[in-house]
């Protein structure tokens, strides 16, 4: 869905480097999440946002920052790159837990 | 946590009908049940959310035991563009870190 959008959709990154992944969302939905997807791994959650200015970790939060000052947008950092971190990371929006969630289109990162 | 067991891979033909069935043993009362399907370097997409019993969309269908321990995704006729992982997820009304999703069930229809 056209509401949600990430960014970059493509990131090389080398060891050691801060990134940053975008994801917007014109909704105006309370819930946001982060979900890293490797290959025997399915999807699996990294950080999610109950609100602006409310977040908590998941399944896999190490090396990962999120913030999130505004409702719409919640981005992902990568303080300092490492090789495992190489995956596809997907964002996604809801307007409830018991309601359905929509994904962006997900940036692929490889750190060399 | 409402933890998750689905096959890892199911084949099919065209035309037929496919059933993936999902275990939830630990769903909580209030979880709803809600499948996804997703297709390569897309993220997933909503197909159908149940509490109980059974519902119906233009898509597929979901049977739910009253018990609730485990629930059927079905879809009739599928078709190659079927083709994609499909995700059971549960465990919504613990929180935000229990949407986590399983593996799927890798859905191949052939010819």
């Known amino acids: 869905d056209a509401g949600i959008t990430q960014s970059p959709r493509y990131k090389i990154t080398e060891t050691g480097r801060q990134v940053t992944l975008m994801c917007h969302q014109t909704w105006s939905h309370s819930y946001m999440f982060w979900y890293r997807q490797d290959l025997g791994h399915g999807l699996r959650l990294i950080y999610y946002?109950?609100?602006?200015?409310?977040?908590d970790k998941g399944e896999v939060p190490d090396g990962y920052v999120v913030s999130r000052s505004k409702t719409e947008n919640f981005p992902l950092t990568l303080e300092s790159a490492t090789r495992s971190q190489t995956s596809v990371y997907f964002c996604a929006s809801t307007r409830g837990l018991n309601e359905k969630l929509f994904f962006g289109s997900g940036t692929q990162l490889s750190v060399l | 946590l409402a933890k998750t067991t689905q096959p890892i891979s199911m084949d099919s033909y065209e035309g037929q009908e496919v059933n993936i069935t999902c275990s939830h043993n630990?769903?909580?009362?209030?979880?709803?049940i809600t499948w996804y399907q997703q297709f390569p370097s897309q993220g997933p997409r909503f197909i159908i959310q149940?509490?109980?019993t059974k519902v119906t969309n233009e898509v597929a269908s979901l049977f739910i035991p009253a018990d609730r321990k485990s629930s059927t995704l079905s879809l009739p006729r599928v078709s190659l563009s079927d083709t994609a992982v499909y995700y059971c997820?549960?465990?919504?009304?613990?929180?935000?870190?229990?949407?986590?999703f399983g593996t799927g069930t890798q859905l191949k229809v052939e010819l």
């Open positions: 997820l549960v465990g919504l009304t613990g929180g935000g870190n229990k949407l986590t």
């Open positions: 946002s109950a609100a602006a200015d409310i977040t």
């Open positions: 149940g509490y109980k």
């Open positions: 630990n769903i909580a009362t209030n979880d709803y």
